[in-house]
């Protein structure tokens, strides 16, 4: 050792420039090595405060558990608040946390003839079909177009509840979570905020006086700096590698938009201001944010996105996360009408303002979640193992590809664009992919304190058990040619992105 370094040092003093290039390298390397070290690892915090490590044989005791008594909206609606007397708008009705919403209505007892779904796509959902649900007025609607909004929200009633008062749950929007350009922006403002103004304009003409909208807890999130100083790195993480999800942004003035995570976390903070701005006497209003991933059917884009595909590329092994079953996410919603349905509640603590919500346990982490998928689901599925900080380096490559023609438009007919998941590895989606936890300390309070009473209705591990028992019910015994091909919201976002360039094109 005392040798090869003698020989180094006089290499470097008799050639300085080589040597010096060549320490760069190594220091350079050093440095990424580093970084990798930080990205493979758990700050001691987060060990105190997540689940335990899932095993192979929690999750089988589990699984034989829920085979027994299945967990499902009628098994927990004795968890819903008590039925209200009032017509109901559900705008993304025939999607995750709205497909729940309309169940839930329906469990709890509300009539059919009083449900009205406002969504663009066609209902899919099997236990939609299946259920009193399949008897709902679907009205097909692009809520970008005021038009098309107005005529949803203005259509006649069936007499029988014409005149009862008038509940709006806002779950519609479109999700692109790794991309921070502007133009990737400009098509989210179309939907998440036109859409959203569109939606608060045709509440107010049909003389809605509840408005409850689907936000979402990535609102909060900073990005993620990995490339800080080396001596920063030693002592400590990556800057903002851990987050706590919470409201606090919501009370200080709306940051600007290079200052959020992503172009739809940005989308989602703005639409959230103009829904809650709204609120007044006649008109009382509210968001929540669902922490992080919603998970809960095979179109979300945690467990579903997973199960669809048979190998997986992974990296986030070690992140400690917090997730939010689509049933819910749903009862927050109903909570809050519970309370906004009070004409006296507009001046209330929980009157226009949002509410983070999680499951009702600790977070977990994303290796917990694929040992469940790779042991109990009756399809294949692996992790294919990579390097974290080399994934890193290439998000910024891509991202820079794709952002590249935006700067010099003539290299549109230079580059060909990005298709499939990886134009969706960018920077951006190692800040929604990290160390992101929540409580449900605020929302969980009694009404008389300020927050909803809200319980959630499923754990984490049992949500995530009945959602693997569900697909097993659906393909056991099918070959690869017959599985159903689910469609999430994120490639559901990029084919309606798609249709918008298409328009473009059509109209010059």
Known sequence: MLRAMDQLLRYLVQHPIAGGATLLVIGFFLYLALINNRMCNLPE??????QPKWTEAMLRDTYARIEKNPINVESTKAGLPPKLDRRYIVTGGCGLVGGYLVLQ?????????????????????????????????????????????????????PKSVAKLPLTVFHTAAVMVPSDRSKSTYTFLERINIEGTKNVLAASRRAGADVLVATASASIAVRFVKYFISPWRLLRGWPQNFVQLLNENDFFRPLRLFDQFYSAYAASKATAERIICDA????????????????????????????????????????????FVHGMNCSVAHLHFEAVLADKRSSTAPQAGRPFVITDPNPPIQFSDLWLAIE????????TISLVPVQMLLLSYAIEAYITLPLRFPLLKNILPPLTGDVKHLQPALFSIVTHLYATNDPVGKPVKEGGL????????????????????????????????????????????????????????
């Open 45 to 50: 915090d987060l060990v105190k405060i997540k």
């Open 105 to 157: 209505l329906l469990a709890r007892g509300q009539s059919p003839e009083s449900i009205r779904i406002v969504d663009f796509q066609n209902m899919h959902r099997k236990d939609m079909l299946e259920s009193p649900a399949r008897d709902i007025d679907i009205v097909h609607t692009d809520i970008s177009s005021p038009a098309s909004t107005d005529a949803a929200f203005n259509k006649p009633w």
């Open 279 to 322: 609120n007044c006497e006649a008109l009382r209003t509210g968001t929540i944010r669902p922490a992080n991933g919603v998970y809960g059917h095979p179109t979300d884009n945690v467990v579903g996105t997973a199960l669809n595909t048979a190998a997986m590329p992974a990296w986030a092994y070690p992140i400690v996360s917090s």
């Open 375 to 382: 042991k109990l689901s009756v399809t294949p599925f692996r």
């Open 453 to 508: 009473g809200y319980r959630g209705l499923v754990t984490t591990t049992d949500g995530v058990t009945q959602q693997l028992l569900d697909w097993n019910l659906e393909h056991k015994g099918l070959d690869d040619s017959a599985w159903t091909k689910y469609r999430s919201s994120v490639s559901m976002a990029a084919e309606l992105e798609q249709i918008g360039v298409t328009a473009k094109s059509l109209q010059k």
